[in-house]
């Protein structure tokens, strides 16, 4: 028996106990190593360039205090003081008590205070355990030119031929052939195949987030036709929810947010709009190279009509949701800059470019030119600024509208505004002058004319709420073309030598001409898109195989470098990657590929000998149980209630902007409540959706190319006690009793709906005890007649809701 409705607890329990350990997998993954080093290079290593080594650092000879900071080593010797550094004890750091200046004897640096931000990296980093890749003999920066050539990401893709296999009838097409031969070649057997009830289940989460109705399920079960799972697939491919999944995916890796992350965090009422561009993009299945070029340079792409034109736009609100820091408009604008490379890096190359910001790579084939010629790009381009405590007002946004168009808009407005204006000029002179008058009605000549001067003047500022709206996008624009100047140290105030703006050497050098009049943006578009890349179709590939299977073939999707993982099947990736690009860059195409492939459809069946020789199942001989993310169990809860409101949705309801006036001490702060699916809630940066950080969710803050899970007991009190999770049970529970007449009919349609099976007898028998036994209860604490249905019906909902077969995908 799967289920019992009596131990609603210790399924919760289970559920934490299964995603702990997860959860201890995923503390112990190279991916969680991975985001900690990233954390270092972007975060912590600029801190010592600038602040500390001018005074501190073995590799300049200078050691004040007998103090070294270059090195990790160094740290932890540290000083005439004594240590600087205890890994995972921020309190007992010295390094961390110098720089919040609490000791007038141990100020670092000594003129000046780091930020606030600057601080609190620290104190993170040290927390996480103070990891730091630099040691004291490693004096050259990253690789040479010719050994980066050399690394297996950065050398062309090949088209391997399809291996032999011993069991040729197991495969269903070229995946399983890598595959297998991997098998074989380590004495692996694969599990059997999966049922039809877990593979409609699966294929449904993995494609639109949401689970088969009973209705489609009884459909597959009843079709028999060799080609009957791939109608399933062709069906959940050219559905809406198709690509409000699969572009939510590529949110988390573009860290998209309607806000904009500065220090008072203002809200973006337009980015919604490059959200619906994405999951639209991925529904017509824009082939993957456009894709990227307009997110790059939509702007500067031909375009057949106005609306091509407008939606090319909008697409490059990529760039333009590049994190906001400080509080005016050009607060630490290289810190802007520097995010948009190290998405592009991430997202699009699978890469850590930015790591070059202070200093060449320490670790892959990128130096500081190659980060400065990308940089030379991004500031010759016209970024919007979307407010902030100094300059509350949106400025430079891009017009959805024509010239014309803006101008028909306008007028009435400034028409009224200039009449307004002249009224109250008008009545302020005769204000005056009924000041000047003299006599017995001279004062009620006054009254009466401050009264009309006041009305006017309410009348005027009623205006200033009423402008009309000029349809924008939050995009970007060309600017002032120039190379950018190397920054010492990753510092803007200490500018060397002019850097031409390129493509990183290693990926071919592409140099803008010299009189070059443009950004560079198109190009930078077609040199990533260019085939001979070798890196831009083998990150994507990648990243369609971890969504499908969970794990990726390059288990750190976002750095195919030195300090990520090798591919598991290196083949394999190669041969994804030429079909890719062979079918136009069609992301439905590689689905199919995969989805159809024998491999996928696997089931998740233990084979012990199988374990013993894999147990990572690194060559894929099962299929790995998956929890749902966050927004597949928000979504499944509303849409088994049958409240999920499947509507085109609305933009969120921000104040109006003429009311902005949020501060770094009073920061925008808002929750917007829907029925929608989750990938249309308000994504915010500085203080993040609850209910999706509870449930792991992406940062918007940050590039997320992996979710690593976690387990706390407030996710399983949130199965049981979240006003989400009461007011669905209810409504799933309505849902149960209007589909049949009788307990066991009722019964049989709420397994069907939450699980996709029916109950087994002892299911049946357990459950109408319970309700015996709970309508007994009520009864005697004296529960209206017509409410005790109800209550034992939303009772059984919630306990199906929170078991791990409602949560979990197998």
Known sequence: MRWTVSVTRVLCLGWLLLGAGLARAADESPEVREQKLDFFEKRIRPIFAVYCYECHSGESGKSEGSLVVDTRDGLLKGGDSGPALVAGEPDKSLILKAVRHSDESLKMPPQKKLSSGEISDLETWIRQGAIDPRKAAARKYGMS?????????????????????????????????????????????????????????????????????????????????????????????????????????????????????????????????????????????????????????????????????????????????????????????????????????????????????????????????????????????????PGAEVGKRQEDFVPLMTAEEIEALMKPHREKVAAADAEVKMLEAAEAEAKKATGEDAAKKVVAATKALNEARQRRGALNGAEPVVKTAYAVAESTPANAKLQVRGDPKRPGEEVPRHFPAVLGGNTLP?????????????????????LTARVMVNRLWQYHFGRGLVSTPNDFGTRGQAPTHPALLDYLAARFMESGWSIKSMHRLILLSQTWQLAGTEIAESRRLDPNNELYWRFNRLRLDAESIRDSLLFVSGALDETPPEPHPFPPQHTWGWSQHNPFVANYETRRRSVYLMQQRLRRNAYLALFDGADPSSSTGVRLLSTTPLQALFAMNDPLAHSTSTKFAER???????????????????????????????????????????????????????????????????ANEFLFVD
Not at 514 to 534: M, V
Not at 739 to 752: L, S
Not at 763 to 773: D, G, N, R, S, V
Request: net charge negative.
């Open 736 to 802: 149960i009793i209007a589909a049949a007449a009788d307990d066991a009919g009722r019964i049989t349609f709420a397994w069907q709906a939450a699980f996709g099976r029916s109950p087994e007898d002892e299911e049946q028998k357990q459950t109408l005890a319970f309700f015996q036994k709970y309508r007994d209860k009520l009864t005697a604490l004296k529960t209206p007649a017509n409410e005790v249905d109800l209550k034992v019906w939303s009772a059984l909902a919630r306990s199906l809701m929170s």
């Open 514 to 534: 010299g009189d070059a009049r443009t950004s560079g943006r198109l190009q930078l578009a077609e040199w990533i898109t260019d085939p001979e890349n070798p």
């Open 145 to 385: 030119l010719d050994e980066g050539r050399k690394f297996w990401s950065f050398q062309p893709v090949k088209d391997p031929p399809l291996p032999a296999v011993k069991n040729e009838a197991w495969t269903h097409n070229a995946v399983d052939r890598f595959v297998l031969a991997r098998m074989e070649e380590a004495n692996v057997t694969p599990a059997p195949a999966a049922d039809k009830r877990t593979l409609l289940r699966r294929v449904t989460f993995d494609l639109t987030g949401l689970p088969p109705t009973p209705g489609e399920m009884e459909s597959f079960l009843a079709d028999d036709s060799p080609h009957a799972f791939e109608t399933v697939v062709n069906r959940l491919l050219g559905s809406p929810r198709y690509g409000e999944r699969w572009g939510r995916h590529w949110l988390d890796v573009v860290r998209y947010s309607d806000t904009c992350g500065n220090a008072s965090d203002y809200p973006i009422p337009q980015a919604y709009k490059y959200r619906d561009w994405v999951i639209a993009a991925f529904n017509r299945d824009m082939p993957y190279d456009q894709f990227l070029r307009e997110q790059l340079a939509g702007d500067l792409l031909p375009a057949a009509n106005e609306t091509e034109k407008y939606d090319r736009t909008i697409a490059t609100g990529y760039l333009a949701i590049a994190r906001r820091f400080g509080g005016d408009r050009m607060g630490e604008f290289h810190l802007t800059l520097e995010d948009t490379i190290d998405n592009v890096g991430k997202a699009m190359l699978g890469c850590t470019i930015s790591c070059a910001r202070c200093h060449d790579h320490k670790f892959d084939p990128f130096t500081m030119s190659d980060y400065y010629g990308l940089y030379g790009i991004f500031s010759s381009t016209r970024y919007p600024f």
